[in-house]
């Protein structure tokens, strides 16, 4: 497999916002540009290879990191093969989760950008903390995420448009965040999926992007863990979806096969708990993002209190940043000053296998998974693209 340009790093390596290789965020634009949409940049280089192509899938495999594709492997051999041959690596962009980097694969811009800042974030001015994966019409998603979609604009170029994904997403906040601008078509499983796209890209003879999801291996790498029965289980089914999108591929089109972030799985003595640690809750006025990566909103005055305690009690396992120091160190990218509010005061971005659990503030299930993803490690931030040619 390609290895990031100047050598593949260590799975649990930190990786820095400037590390080498593509982003999640130049897949659609380089789509665009293949199909001809003015204005559209190719950071990819997708173009000479593609020319000719008139129509563009792209299907994001949740869960499906880089990293991971060596234990995948035995169990979907044409996923390995193609990753093997036609496959190379990006970076997500942080934080590694799913409604952040479908935001930034959607829009085509670095998170700051847009505002889906992770998992879940405070709602600026309030003390509600938003589940971007459970959001409805509160905040508007046009307010919320001001950013166009590359859907939007591939559809004012004349471009057919479409969205398949899991029937109950339509309609969802983080779907109109990510995708509008496409017609929405509702398939669950990985046949479906296939089916749906396959025939979204041959409904018309002009030119066409299809815009895939499929949330399987995620599920069960969280519930059972990387590498678990239920895990390699769904990697098989990857395989199938891929198979049958690669063969059902007309002449003139083309398959990107990438992902939203890998996973890690967290052994429970790597397990800290915020709501039984008097320690960690200390000065806390609200906690948000998820395990790998904690979003700390402090009570005035205790800034300097909440980062000496945290550091005192995770150590090694962690790095304990303030709001101003990530945001100058450019992972999110540029941040405009209505999006600050939702990242914490301060961001403890977990190291190897860490997690930082809120077992009584958080629903109880999120406590009970296996395998996480969120931090900055290149296991969580590195997936994969795959270029097929039809």
């Given at each position: 497999?390609?290895?990031?340009?100047?050598?593949?790093?260590?799975?649990?390596?930190?990786?820095?916002?400037?590390?080498?290789?593509?982003?999640?965020?130049?897949?659609?634009?380089?789509?665009?540009?293949?199909?001809?949409?003015?204005?559209s940049a190719d950071p990819l280089g997708l173009v000479p290879a593609l020319a000719g192509v008139r129509r563009v899938a792209v299907l994001l495999v949740d869960g499906l990191g880089w990293y991971q594709l060596p234990t995948v492997a035995p169990y979907a051999p044409i996923l390995?093969?193609?990753?093997?041959?036609?496959?190379?690596?990006?970076?997500?962009?942080?934080?590694?989760?799913?409604?952040?980097?479908?935001?930034?694969?959607?829009?085509?811009?670095?998170?700051?950008?847009?505002?889906?800042?992770?998992?879940?974030?405070?709602?600026?001015?309030?003390?509600?903390?938003?589940?971007?994966?459970?959001?409805?019409?509160?905040?508007?998603?046009?307010?919320?995420?001001?950013?166009?979609?590359?859907?939007?604009?591939?559809?004012?170029?004349?471009?057919?448009?479409?969205?398949?994904?899991?029937?109950?997403?339509?309609?969802?906040?983080?779907?109109?965040?990510?995708?509008?601008?496409?017609?929405?078509?509702?398939?669950?499983?990985?046949?479906?999926?296939?089916?749906?796209?396959?025939?979204?890209?041959?409904?018309?003879?002009?030119?066409?992007?299809?815009?895939?999801?499929?949330?399987?291996?995620?599920?069960?790498?969280?519930?059972?863990?990387?590498?678990?029965?239920?895990?390699?289980?769904?990697?098989?089914?990857?395989?199938?979806?891929?198979?049958?999108?690669?063969?059902?591929?007309?002449?003139?089109?083309?398959?990107?096969?990438?992902?939203?972030?890998?996973?890690?799985?967290?052994?429970?003595?790597?397990?800290?708990?915020?709501?039984?640690?008097?320690?960690?809750?200390?000065?806390?006025?609200?906690?948000?993002?998820?395990?790998?990566?904690?979003?700390?909103?402090?009570?005035?005055?205790?800034?300097?209190?909440?980062?000496?305690?945290?550091?005192?009690?995770?150590?090694?396992?962690?790095?304990?940043?303030?709001?101003?120091?990530?945001?100058?160190?450019?992972?999110?990218?540029?941040?405009?000053?209505?999006?600050?509010?939702?990242?914490?005061?301060?961001?403890?971005?977990?190291?190897?296998?860490?997690?930082?659990?809120?077992?009584?503030?958080?629903?109880?299930?999120?406590?009970?998974?296996?395998?996480?993803?969120?931090?900055?490690?290149?296991?969580?931030?590195?997936?994969?693209?795959?270029?097929?040619?039809?």
């Amino acid at each position: 497999m390609t290895a990031l340009s100047g050598g593949a790093p260590a799975p649990l390596a930190v990786l820095g916002p400037g590390y080498g290789g593509g982003r999640l965020a130049d897949v659609l634009p380089s789509a665009l540009a293949v199909l001809g949409v003015p204005g559209s940049a190719d950071p990819l280089g997708l173009v000479p290879a593609l020319a000719g192509v008139r129509r563009v899938a792209v299907l994001l495999v949740d869960g499906l990191g880089w990293y991971q594709l060596p234990t995948v492997a035995p169990y979907a051999p044409i996923l390995a093969g193609l990753a093997a041959t036609v496959g190379r690596p990006l970076i997500a962009g942080f934080p590694s989760t799913t409604p952040t980097s479908l935001v930034t694969l959607g829009t085509g811009v670095a998170p700051g950008a847009h505002g889906v800042l992770g998992f879940t974030v405070r709602v600026p001015g309030t003390d509600r903390v938003l589940t971007h994966t459970d959001w409805a019409a509160d905040p508007s998603p046009l307010r919320w995420q001001p950013m166009p979609t590359q859907l939007e604009r591939a559809r004012a170029a004349g471009v057919a448009a479409t969205v398949v994904s899991r029937p109950e997403f339509g309609g969802s906040g983080l779907t109109l965040a990510a995708n509008r601008g496409g017609d929405f078509r509702g398939a669950a499983g990985a046949d479906a999926v296939a089916a749906t796209m396959l025939a979204a890209l041959s409904a018309g003879p002009g030119p066409t992007l299809v815009s895939g999801y499929h949330p399987d291996l995620d599920r069960h790498g969280h519930l059972g863990g990387v590498d678990s029965a239920p895990w390699r289980i769904a990697a098989s089914e990857v395989d199938a979806l891929l198979a049958r999108l690669v063969d059902g591929l007309p002449p003139d089109a083309a398959l990107l096969v990438t992902a939203d972030h890998g996973q890690l799985n967290v052994p429970a003595t790597h397990r800290f708990d915020l709501d039984t640690d008097p320690r960690l809750r200390a000065g806390v006025r609200l906690v948000a993002g998820e395990a790998r990566v904690r979003y700390l909103h402090v009570v005035p005055g205790a800034l300097d209190d909440v980062v000496a305690a945290w550091s005192a009690v995770l150590g090694d396992a962690a790095r304990v940043r303030t709001r101003d120091e990530v945001v100058a160190s450019g992972w999110f990218g540029p941040v405009p000053e209505e999006h600050l509010g939702r990242i914490g005061d301060v961001v403890v971005s977990c190291n190897d296998t860490y997690a930082v659990l809120a077992t009584r503030t958080e629903p109880p299930m999120a406590s009970r998974l296996v395998a996480y993803h969120g931090s900055d490690t290149a296991a969580e931030l590195t997936v994969p693209l795959l270029v097929v040619r039809g």
